[in-house]
């Protein structure tokens, strides 16, 4: 209420043009610079009271700067706030958001945001464009890489806990800030994974798919969202009003403020919306707050507040009165949040000369644990893996020695120097040097090449042919006892704008994976990437095969780590690995088709002529432990009830291994007849328990007719969600393949 009031007597006060300034989010760029060059764009901006808030600040001592002269530009002292990337970490880089989805541990991925909050915070930043929560199926989609994965409901519990990470209790809280959900909605589906590309979803994908992660980033608080770039089924969501009015705000009730994506207002021009003025009035009136770099919001807002907009060949027309009236609602929404912030009453938050940031060494420490659960042991070919510390080891392949790929794509405030690289990290903890043999030219072919030339090159080259490498790290495995292949991609191969045809190992490093298998020598691959990459012959030839992303920091450290025995192996795949690109899109949730099963005739069946039946794939929520993990068989507390109860499912899982394991049991649900057609499975519910050698726990699931609701679309512009009574099955087990049923009645 107090808020409402005073951000009231501030609207009171304000005249159109301040409230206007207040809808422009810039990037610092260059930043405030002083002498003969002080009048920067950005300051000018700032000495005329036209800034809301400021992104990619360097420093604190700069945001100050830049605070001051806010202050003093605003006649009303209305101070701006500042915002970052901040996706996987801050200046502690964790593994990428696709690394960490793959933990399937919620209070772990809360933890690395309430530090990455924490960092923030104390560096004078308030708002961090994430989390980032688009479900994506498709590995050539460069953005997988900070996705949470192909699931709605891991996503979505990651996208509360992120938020809660961030925000704490209160955003105004020294240590927390005001997280943001993003990208809203349908990114992560773009055609043929272009980023980008717009999206033809069914109503029925967007609600049970895409958005479950919005909702529950929003029933969670979070302060505010961001809009994407896509159009979703022909409306840019820049201008989708339906969905950002209608289901957010009204549907959803969510109050917090909404930003356009980097110059997305501009953008709808180029999507064929009309020049820049409609382009404004449409993202404005479709719920907009804030315009993010573009400028137009500031350069057409005064002349459409005077003349209003007509666009005949839209359909569309705002009076100036209701551009005047949106104009308020979008500032009182962007003072709400700076209230929110703590700002109004303290504008130099998180700006004071020595602010308290966490202990580096707990950062490390939390990175180190969260690469570790990240990787996922994909093979274990007569218990290679752990390694025995006193192995002769050789380290071959691009990724031995790596530092600057290991912090993955969006790392902007992370540093290099950071990483403690995987053959330091061996050496560390087995006591000797192991042999690196460095490959830095097979990371890829031509094509790839050439790309990374455009976008800065981090893996580094050797200038000698494949032979003599080839040469070099054939006599290195010779004279080892195990040889441990890292090959993958580089970090600029995924994240924005970085999408790639073909996700899978380029050629060189297949070969060089053959020469190794080739010696009889044991093979451990480690795949370092920003995407699921197809691993097709490598699964075969490798003895044992850790799947380890962009790990961060400690990346290679939590790589050793599961390598040596040192931690155990607990990572689940929070998406399907394909064993051949031309697979994607592929999920597990797939609905079944007319005709699913093997007929007499090939080509009936929904698979590939060129693709082995028996090809390995992984499935998600796939991943070994070093331990033997027994699962009893699923009971029902009552395989017929009333929708309104509650059924339990118990089951007791053992750990009959000597070491402790971290298992991640998953239960999934089909209904197998329905009003449309249903996904083949649906994950509704997982746990994740710690068992120490010997120990065996019964775990109860509580199942509920409402995890049985679904969307069916009634227009094009309207869903409803329905649930029937019938039979149902319920999968219970280690991942979406791998699992026991039962069969429950619903009655009502
Ligand atoms: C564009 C990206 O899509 C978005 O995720 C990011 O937050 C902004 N740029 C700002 O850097």
Same mark, same amino acid.
């Given at each position: 209420?107090?808020?409402? $009031?005073?951000?009231?007597?501030?609207?009171?006060?304000? @005249?159109?043009?301040?409230?206007?300034?207040?809808?422009?989010?810039?990037?610092?760029?260059?930043?405030?610079?002083?002498?003969?060059?002080?009048?920067?764009?950005?300051?000018?901006?700032?000495?005329?009271?036209?800034?809301?808030?400021?992104?990619? @600040?360097?420093?604190?001592?700069?945001?100050?700067?830049?605070?001051?002269?806010?202050?003093?530009? *605003?006649?009303?002292?209305?101070?701006?706030?500042?915002?970052?990337?901040?996706?996987?970490?801050?200046?502690?880089?964790?593994?990428?958001?696709?690394?960490?989805?793959?933990?399937?541990?919620?209070?772990?991925?809360?933890?690395?945001?309430?530090?990455?909050?924490?960092?923030?915070?104390?560096?004078?930043?308030?708002?961090?464009?994430?989390?980032?929560?688009?479900?994506?199926?498709?590995?050539?989609?460069?953005?997988?890489? $900070?996705?949470?994965?192909?699931?709605?409901?891991?996503?979505?519990?990651?996208?509360?806990?992120? @938020?809660?990470?961030?925000?704490?209790?209160?955003?105004?809280?020294?240590?927390?800030?005001?997280?943001?959900?993003?990208?809203?909605?349908?990114?992560?589906?773009?055609?043929?994974?272009?980023?980008?590309?717009?999206?033809?979803?069914?109503?029925?994908?967007?609600?049970?798919?895409?958005?479950?992660?919005?909702?529950?980033?929003?029933?969670?608080?979070?302060?505010?969202?961001?809009?994407?770039?896509?159009?979703?089924?022909?409306?840019?969501?820049?201008?989708?009003?339906?969905?950002?009015?209608?289901?957010?705000?009204?549907?959803?009730?969510?109050?917090?403020?909404?930003? *356009?994506?980097?110059?997305?207002?501009?953008?709808?021009?180029?999507?064929?919306?009309?020049?820049?003025?409609?382009?404004?009035?449409?993202?404005?009136?479709?719920?907009?707050?804030?315009?993010?770099?573009?400028?137009?919001?500031?350069?057409?807002?005064?002349?459409?507040?005077?003349?209003?907009?007509?666009?005949?060949?839209?359909?569309?027309?705002?009076?100036?009165?209701?551009?005047?009236?949106?104009?308020?609602?979008?500032?009182?929404?962007?003072?709400?949040?700076?209230?929110?912030?703590?700002?109004?009453?303290?504008?130099?938050?998180?700006?004071?000369?020595?602010?308290?940031?966490?202990?580096?060494?707990?950062?490390?420490?939390?990175?180190?644990?969260?690469?570790?659960? *990240?990787?996922?042991?994909?093979?274990?070919?007569?218990?290679?893996?752990?390694?025995?510390?006193?192995?002769?080891?050789?380290?071959?392949?691009?990724?031995?020695?790596?530092?600057?790929?290991?912090?993955?794509?969006?790392?902007?405030?992370?540093?290099?120097?950071?990483?403690?690289?995987?053959?330091?990290?061996?050496?560390?903890?087995?006591?000797?040097?192991?042999?690196?043999?460095?490959?830095?030219?097979?990371?890829?072919?031509?094509?790839?090449?050439?790309?990374?030339?455009?976008?800065?090159?981090?893996?580094?080259?050797?200038?000698?042919?494949?032979?003599?490498?080839?040469?070099?790290?054939?006599?290195?495995?010779?004279?080892?006892?195990?040889?441990?292949?890292?090959?993958?991609?580089?970090?600029?191969?995924?994240?924005?704008?970085?999408?790639?045809?073909?996700?899978?190992?380029?050629?060189?490093?297949?070969?060089?994976?053959?020469?190794?298998?080739?010696?009889?020598?044991?093979?451990?691959?480690?795949?370092?990437?920003?995407?699921?990459?197809?691993?097709?012959?490598?699964?075969?030839?490798?003895?044992?095969?850790?799947?380890?992303?962009?790990?961060?920091?400690?990346?290679?450290?939590?790589?050793?780590?599961?390598?040596?025995?040192?931690?155990?192996?607990?990572?689940?795949?929070?998406?399907?690995?394909?064993?051949?690109?031309?697979?994607?899109?592929?999920?597990?949730?797939? $609905?079944?088709?007319?005709?699913?099963?093997?007929?007499?005739?090939?080509?009936?069946?929904?698979?590939?002529?060129?693709?082995?039946?028996?090809?390995?794939?992984?499935?998600?929520?796939?991943?070994?432990?070093?331990? @033997?993990?027994?699962?009893?068989?699923?009971?029902?507390?009552?395989?017929?009830?009333?929708?309104?109860?509650?059924?339990?499912?118990?089951?007791?899982?053992?750990?009959?291994?000597?070491?402790?394991?971290?298992?991640?049991?998953?239960?999934?649900?089909?209904?197998?007849?329905?009003?449309?057609?249903?996904?083949?499975?649906?994950?509704?519910?997982?746990?994740?328990?710690?068992?120490?050698?010997?120990?065996?726990?019964?775990?109860?699931?509580?199942?509920?007719?409402?995890?049985?609701?679904?969307?069916?679309?009634?227009?094009?512009?309207?869903?409803?969600?329905?649930?029937?009574?019938?039979?149902?099955?319920?999968?219970?087990?280690?991942?979406?393949?791998?699992?026991?049923?039962?069969?429950?009645?619903?009655?009502?």
């Amino acid at each position: 209420m107090e808020e409402q $009031e005073a951000v009231g007597r501030l609207m009171a006060e304000m @005249t159109l043009a301040e409230k206007i300034g207040q809808l422009n989010l810039l990037a610092a760029g260059e930043g405030l610079v002083t002498g003969a060059a002080q009048h920067t764009p950005l300051a000018r901006r700032l000495d005329a009271g036209q800034v809301g808030a400021i992104f990619g @600040t360097k420093s604190r001592a700069s945001a100050r700067a830049m605070q001051e002269r806010a202050l003093a530009g *605003s006649r009303l002292s209305i101070p701006v706030f500042f915002a970052e990337d901040v996706i996987h970490g801050h200046r502690t880089v964790f593994p990428i958001n696709i690394a960490l989805a793959c933990s399937w541990d919620l209070d772990l991925i809360e933890e690395t945001a309430a530090h990455a909050a924490a960092e923030a915070a104390a560096e004078g930043l308030h708002h961090v464009f994430a989390p980032m929560i688009d479900i994506s199926r498709d590995p050539r989609w460069g953005r997988v890489a $900070e996705s949470p994965g192909e699931d709605p409901l891991l996503a979505a519990r990651i996208a509360a806990a992120m @938020t809660r990470g961030f925000q704490g209790r209160n955003i105004a809280d020294a240590d927390r800030v005001a997280a943001c959900l993003k990208h809203f909605v349908g990114y992560g589906a773009p055609e043929s994974g272009r980023d980008y590309d717009n999206v033809s979803l069914s109503w029925e994908d967007l609600l049970a798919v895409h958005l479950p992660p919005f909702q529950a980033g929003v029933a969670e608080g979070a302060a505010s969202v961001m809009v994407a770039f896509n159009a979703v089924n022909k409306l840019p969501m820049h201008a989708n009003k339906p969905l950002i009015e209608g289901w957010l705000r009204k549907g959803e009730g969510f109050d917090g403020l909404v930003i *356009s994506d980097y110059t997305g207002v501009k953008e709808l021009t180029a999507h064929g919306l009309g020049p820049a003025a409609v382009a404004v009035a449409r993202a404005l009136h479709a719920g907009i707050d804030m315009d993010m770099v573009g400028e137009d919001f500031l350069e057409k807002l005064p002349t459409l507040a005077r003349e209003g907009v007509e666009a005949p060949h839209a359909g569309f027309s705002l009076s100036a009165a209701e551009i005047v009236d949106l104009v308020d609602k979008a500032c009182h929404r962007v003072l709400i949040f700076k209230s929110r912030l703590g700002l109004l009453s303290n504008p130099f938050k998180g700006l004071a000369e020595n602010p308290v940031a966490p202990s580096r060494q707990e950062g490390r420490k939390l990175a180190r644990k969260a690469a570790a659960r *990240s990787t996922i042991l994909i093979k274990n070919d007569h218990s290679l893996l752990p390694l025995p510390l006193d192995q002769k080891v050789a380290l071959i392949g691009p990724f031995a020695a790596d530092r600057a790929n290991m912090l993955g794509t969006w790392a902007v405030s992370g540093k290099v120097e950071d990483v403690i690289p995987l053959n330091e990290a061996v050496k560390a903890l087995t006591g000797t040097e192991p042999a690196v043999a460095w490959g830095a030219n097979i990371v890829d072919e031509l094509w790839l090449e050439q790309r990374l030339n455009v976008h800065g090159v981090t893996v580094e080259r050797d200038s000698r042919s494949e032979d003599a490498i080839l040469k070099e790290t054939m006599a290195a495995a010779h004279a080892a006892d195990v040889v441990i292949a890292t090959i993958g991609e580089a970090k600029e191969h995924a994240g924005e704008s970085s999408s790639r045809l073909a996700p899978d190992l380029p050629a060189p490093q297949r070969r060089l994976i053959s020469r190794l298998a080739n010696t009889g020598k044991p093979l451990v691959v480690v795949v370092f990437a920003g995407r699921p990459l197809a691993l097709g012959e490598v699964a075969e030839k490798a003895d044992a095969l850790l799947f380890a992303w962009h790990g961060g920091i400690a990346g290679p450290q939590g790589v050793a780590d599961v390598l040596f025995g040192a931690a155990s192996p607990a990572g689940r795949l929070a998406v399907s690995l394909p064993t051949h690109p031309g697979e994607v899109p592929l999920y597990h949730a797939a $609905e079944p088709t007319g005709r699913p099963s093997l007929g007499n005739f090939q080509k009936f069946r929904s698979n590939w002529l060129d693709l082995p039946d028996d090809a390995i794939r992984f499935p998600f929520g796939f991943g070994l432990g070093y331990g @033997t993990v027994r699962y009893g068989s699923p009971a029902l507390s009552s395989d017929t009830a009333m929708a309104t109860e509650t059924v339990l499912l118990s089951l007791k899982i053992e750990n009959t291994g000597p070491g402790e394991v971290v298992e991640t049991v998953q239960l999934y649900a089909s209904d197998p007849v329905a009003r449309v057609t249903r996904p083949a499975r649906m994950l509704i519910d997982f746990k994740q328990v710690t068992l120490s050698a010997g120990e065996a726990r019964e775990l109860v699931f509580e199942i509920t007719a409402q995890q049985f609701r679904y969307p069916i679309a009634l227009s094009l512009l309207s869903a409803e969600w329905v649930r029937d009574p019938g039979t149902i099955q319920l999968h219970v087990g280690a991942n979406s393949r791998d699992t026991q049923s039962v069969e429950l009645k619903w009655l009502t």
